[in-house]
């Protein structure tokens, strides 16, 4: 009685208006099909795979392997039988990142960390094809295989105990080791993402200075112990010893902080969308259950302060949603426009830094929306409250993340320039005064503020020109001049055409 049916059947796809329409309006239509069918498929038994998976967490066994439970194999067989991992470097239709982008986002609603693996997988490719494309040619054909088993996932392993995020205090040694650029490697990582893995991107220091390096799995490559992590319960994260590992170098001795960089824009990238990914999540148990629940005389979506609140988060998840987009269709021609190349270059830092800062607070107010249900795991939000800060610390933790961008906007003028004139496509002056003074910061102790504001004048320019009056208004009135808490909205909004927007439909069978 007075409880809303479980949220399952209904069509991931084809009920997100924005994820829908954006995939269109980058290019990407012509996966519409497959998109609708996938989405479809996930809101099946993948949801019980993802419960499961999270529920028995890997385990590092006396053999050095990672055992994981069937659900967690079921999941990566899924993910890369639709190409989840290689799309984007196999399909020969346009936009393929875009159209990458929407199934990575829409796994990603269903079960995150097995996403990790997959994203790692996929950005190692433009990794190797641009500093190693010898090596690019002898794992590509594994890397890009869609038989989970049978081809290859690569992992990345940087960050050291004494040195976190500042990779040149790294302290694990490659010495040269016969010709063919050729290594040993050997000391210790204090995490290693994805062990199992077939292969590993590794920073280490070489005798020019620190460089990147592919590093099959084998003798020398130990796993110490797996992380007991927070949230993204279902992915082996671990510590490691390297004692004489094989390696290969990938791009020049000393520089690879910037080769591997290649690969972290991209999940970098993913960073955003599972972010967005798990706020539309958050948004459809929401408005769901206001849908379906009544207390004080009227059903919760009705209640203006509970609309107000729903209103709110469906129009962050929109805004992230279409700025995840927005920078897959800038990655797809990176390769043939500068331009593309210096936004994709700067938007996705300030995406990553936004996007995800935003991700846990989001689901905490979705989580309230279900009231004491929402703490509960059946209901499926403690899972998604667990798994959002990892969006902000993984591929740099925000203060890295705001500090690059104010170094770019200071040394590379042309994302400056790529960045506002994005945003001064919605003609709108405040949002164009709001980007330039943002983008004329300096000071480090203001980066966070300065980056929030590029953000911002991003998103509500991109909300500006492609989602309704409705949602566009209510985002730039709340966001720049608004209050702080979700559902302090300003007068005058449309909350129940917003949310209403954004609810899913079941099936009529289960409603």
Same mark, same amino acid.
């Given at each position: 009685?007075? +409880?809303?049916?479980?949220?399952?059947?209904?069509?991931?796809?084809?009920?997100?208006?924005?994820?829908?329409?954006?995939?269109?309006?980058?290019?990407?239509?012509?996966?519409?099909?497959?998109?609708?069918?996938?989405?479809?498929?996930?809101?099946?038994?993948?949801?019980?795979?993802?419960?499961?998976?999270?529920?028995?967490?890997?385990?590092?066994?006396?053999?050095?392997?990672?055992?994981?439970?069937?659900?967690?194999?079921?999941?990566?067989?899924?993910?890369?039988?639709?190409?989840?991992?290689?799309? $984007?470097?196999?399909?020969? #239709?346009?936009?393929?990142?875009?159209?990458?982008?929407?199934?990575?986002?829409?796994?990603?609603?269903?079960?995150?960390?097995?996403?990790?693996?997959? $994203?790692? *997988?996929?950005?190692? %490719?433009? /990794?190797?094809?641009?500093?190693?494309?010898?090596?690019?040619?002898?794992?590509?054909?594994?890397?890009?295989?869609?038989?989970?088993?049978?081809?290859?996932?690569?992992?990345?392993?940087? *960050? +050291?105990?004494?040195?976190?995020?500042?990779?040149?205090?790294?302290?694990?040694?490659?010495?040269?080791?016969?010709?063919?650029?050729?290594? /040993?490697?050997?000391?210790?990582?204090?995490?290693?993402?994805?062990?199992?893995? =077939?292969?590993?991107?590794?920073?280490?220091?070489?005798?020019?200075?620190?460089?990147?390096?592919?590093?099959?799995?084998?003798?020398?490559?130990?796993?110490?112990?797996?992380?007991?992590?927070?949230? =993204?319960? @279902?992915?082996?994260?671990?510590?490691?010893?390297?004692?004489? !590992?094989?390696?290969?170098?990938?791009?020049?001795?000393?520089?690879?902080? #910037?080769?591997?960089?290649?690969?972290?824009?991209?999940?970098?990238? =993913?960073?955003?969308?599972?972010?967005?990914?798990?706020?539309?999540?958050?948004?459809?148990?929401?408005?769901?259950?206001?849908?379906?629940? @009544?207390?004080?005389?009227?059903?919760?979506?009705?209640?203006?302060?509970?609309?107000?609140?729903?209103?709110?988060?469906?129009?962050?998840?929109?805004? &992230?949603?279409?700025?995840?987009?927005?920078? &897959?269709?800038?990655?797809?021609?990176? @390769?043939?426009?500068?331009?593309?190349?210096?936004?994709?270059?700067?938007?996705?830092?300030?995406?990553?830094?936004?996007?995800?800062?935003?991700?846990?607070?989001?689901?905490?107010?979705?989580?309230?929306?279900?009231?004491?249900?929402?703490?509960?795991?059946?209901?499926?939000?403690?899972?998604?409250?667990?798994?959002?800060?990892?969006?902000?610390?993984?591929?740099?933790?925000?203060?890295?993340?705001?500090?690059?961008?104010?170094?770019?906007?200071?040394?590379?003028?042309? *994302? #400056?320039?790529?960045?506002?004139?994005? %945003?001064?496509? !919605?003609? =709108?002056?405040?949002?164009?005064?709001?980007?330039? #003074?943002?983008?004329?910061?300096?000071?480090?102790?203001?980066?966070?503020?300065?980056?929030?504001?590029?953000?911002? /004048?991003?998103?509500?320019?991109?909300?500006?020109?492609?989602?309704?009056?409705?949602?566009?208004?209510?985002?730039?009135?709340?966001?720049?001049?608004?209050?702080?808490?979700?559902?302090?909205?300003?007068?005058?909004?449309?909350?129940?055409?917003?949310?209403?927007?954004?609810?899913?439909?079941?099936?009529?069978?289960?409603?």
């Amino acid at each position: 009685m007075n +409880e809303a049916p479980p949220l399952a059947g209904h069509d991931l796809f084809g009920e997100n208006r924005p994820l829908a329409e954006a995939l269109v309006r980058e290019g990407a239509g012509w996966a519409a099909g497959g998109c609708g069918a996938f989405g479809r498929i996930l809101t099946g038994e993948p949801l019980e795979w993802g419960r499961i998976a999270n529920e028995r967490p890997p385990r590092l066994r006396d053999d050095g392997i990672v055992e994981f439970d069937a659900a967690w194999h079921e999941l990566m067989r899924l993910a890369l039988a639709h190409g989840l991992h290689s799309l $984007s470097w196999s399909e020969k #239709r346009p936009s393929a990142h875009v159209a990458r982008a929407a199934l990575f986002y829409l796994d990603a609603q269903v079960e995150a960390g097995h996403g990790c693996p997959v $994203s790692m *997988t996929h950005a190692a %490719i433009p /990794a190797l094809r641009a500093s190693a494309p010898d090596l690019a040619a002898e794992w590509e054909p594994r890397l890009l295989s869609r038989e989970y088993g049978e081809g290859a996932l690569c992992g990345m392993t940087m *960050t +050291e105990r004494q040195g976190g995020s500042d990779l040149r205090a790294n302290t694990t040694q490659a010495r040269p080791a016969g010709g063919g650029g050729e290594y /040993a490697l050997d000391g210790s990582k204090w995490f290693c993402s994805a062990p199992m893995s =077939d292969a590993f991107l590794v920073v280490a220091q070489a005798p020019a200075g620190l460089s990147c390096f592919l590093v099959p799995r084998g003798d020398g490559f130990r796993i110490r112990r797996l992380k007991d992590k927070l949230g =993204d319960r @279902s992915n082996a994260s671990s510590e490691i010893e390297l004692a004489g !590992a094989r390696g290969f170098l990938v791009g020049e001795e000393g520089r690879g902080v #910037r080769t591997i960089l290649e690969a972290v824009v991209h999940t970098r990238l =993913d960073c955003v969308l599972g972010t967005a990914a798990a706020m539309r999540q958050a948004v459809e148990h929401a408005t769901h259950h206001a849908a379906h629940r @009544s207390a004080f005389g009227a059903r919760l979506s009705d209640q203006p302060l509970m609309q107000s609140v729903l209103a709110d988060l469906c129009l962050e998840s929109e805004a &992230a949603t279409v700025t995840a987009m927005r920078l &897959a269709r800038a990655y797809d021609r990176r @390769s043939e426009d500068e331009r593309e190349a210096a936004f994709a270059r700067i938007a996705t830092a300030v995406a990553k830094y936004w996007v995800c800062k935003r991700g846990p607070g989001h689901a905490a107010e979705a989580l309230e929306c279900l009231g004491g249900n929402g703490y509960v795991e059946e209901y499926g939000l403690a899972r998604v409250y667990r798994q959002q800060p990892l969006q902000s610390i993984w591929e740099g933790s925000g203060n890295v993340v705001c500090l690059d961008v104010l170094r770019a906007l200071g040394r590379e003028p042309a *994302t #400056r320039e790529a960045l506002l004139d994005e %945003i001064g496509l !919605a003609g =709108d002056p405040q949002l164009k005064a709001t980007a330039e #003074r943002a983008a004329g910061e300096r000071d480090e102790a203001r980066a966070r503020l300065a980056v929030e504001r590029l953000a911002l /004048a991003l998103q509500a320019s991109l909300l500006r020109r492609h989602a309704p009056a409705a949602v566009a208004d209510a985002f730039q009135a709340a966001r720049l001049g608004g209050g702080l808490a979700y559902g302090a909205l300003r007068g005058g909004v449309d909350a129940e055409a917003i949310v209403e927007r954004h609810r899913p439909r079941l099936p009529n069978s289960q409603a």
